[in-house]
């Protein structure tokens, strides 16, 4: 059982910037692919980005050129960086990874974009 941890979220004014970290309690290499989504208020929980063990990448339009995934075998960690965000971007972000047969979700962390 793969425990999966995040921090990073916090309170930030507009055009700001925050980067999250999901951390692995165990290898990340069995997963075929991680990912953050986010889920704001009222909403349905939606894919943020995605990356690939051979780093292949895939963002939600909404912040293609804004946010970037990234991950580090070594310490077993994906990270979010999060540029020029806005109100919108408000929720709480969720990482999550798939292996064949199981899909495991950290407990969130609240992001809020407010002035």
């Known amino acids: 059982q793969v425990q999966l941890v995040e921090s990073g979220g916090g309170l930030v004014q507009p055009g700001g910037s925050l980067r999250l970290a999901c951390a692995a309690s165990g290898s990340i290499s069995g997963f075929y692919v991680m990912g953050w989504y986010r889920q704001a208020p009222g909403k349905e929980r939606e894919l943020v980005a995605s990356?690939?063990?051979?780093?292949?990448?895939n963002y939600a339009d909404s912040v293609k050129g804004r946010f970037t995934i990234s991950r580090n075998s070594a310490i077993n960690t994906v990270y979010l960086q999060m540029n020029s965000l806005k109100p919108e971007d408000t929720a709480v972000y969720y990482c999550?990874?798939?292996?064949?047969?199981?899909?495991?979700w950290g407990q969130g962390t609240q992001v809020t974009v407010s002035a």
């Open positions: 999550n990874g798939k292996q064949v047969g199981n899909t495991y």
């Open positions: 990356i690939t063990p051979t780093g292949r990448t």
